[in-house]
Every structure is written in C-alpha cells, then in structure tokens.
Nanobody, 124 residues
Framework: QVHLVESGGGLVQAGDSLRLSCAAS????????VGWFRQAAGKELEFVAA????????YYADSVKGRFTISRDSAKNTADLQVNRLKPEDTAVYYC?????????????????WGQGTQVTVSS
C-alpha cells in the first residue's frame, strides 16, 4: 500500500504557473504508475496526466498538452505536475493517484490509491 499527499496548489492569475507535488510513503513508489486527475466544482473527475514507473513514459489529456508536464523523482518518492500558462478553466481540485502496474491509464478506475487533493484556483 502507498500513501499519497499532494501540495503546491493555490490562488493564481491566468498565465501564471504552479508546481504541484505528490509525496508518497509506504511501499516502493517506483513500483507504481502515477496519474494526476482534477475535479472542478460540479463536474466529474477528469484525467490530466500519467507517468510510468520508470518516468520515461508519459501521457497527457489534450486539454493540458503543451502546458503541463508530469515528472517523478524515485529517490525522493515524489511525482510532480508542472502547470504553466494557467487558465480559469484549470480551476479544480487536483488529485494524485497510483496504480501497481506499469501501464499508463487515464481512467480513474485503474488507480487504487489516491491523495486528498490540492486546490488550484485561477482568476481571470
């Protein structure tokens, strides 16, 4: 089992950047594929990005491609999401998730472990 804690959210203006971090504890974090999801108020959970166990493979939702970058540091047991050129429509609670399989997935049902989320609010 792995325990996840997100941090780095905040209130920013459109065009700004943030770096969201997911810190893991418990089992070996490098055994897990990591995904980032987000949920805006009144909307369903949405896939954002995923990264493979090795960190070599990545996958992004079309809505964030070119603006967001997912990365991981196995030595630090972290997986970060660099979010650039933020837009008001990026406002949401961002969640880190992990699955014990080396397969990039974009469905919430593929991930077994979830953090508590970090709020990102983008003002126009």
């Amino acid at each position: 089992q792995v325990h996840l804690v997100e941090s780095g959210g905040g209130l920013v203006q459109a065009g700004d950047s943030l770096r969201l971090s997911c810190a893991a504890s418990g089992r070996t974090f490098s055994d897990y594929t990591v995904g980032w999801f987000r949920q805006a108020a009144g909307k369903e959970l949405e896939f954002v990005a995923a990264i493979s166990r090795s960190g070599i493979g990545t996958y992004y939702a079309d809505s964030v491609k070119g603006r967001f970058t997912i990365s991981r540091d196995s030595a630090k047991n972290t997986a970060d999401l660099q979010v650039n050129r933020l837009k008001p429509e990026d406002t949401a609670v961002y969640y880190c998730a992990a699955r014990y399989a080396d397969v990039l997935g974009y469905s919430r049902f593929e991930y077994n472990y979830w953090g508590q989320g970090t709020q990102v609010t983008v003002s126009s």
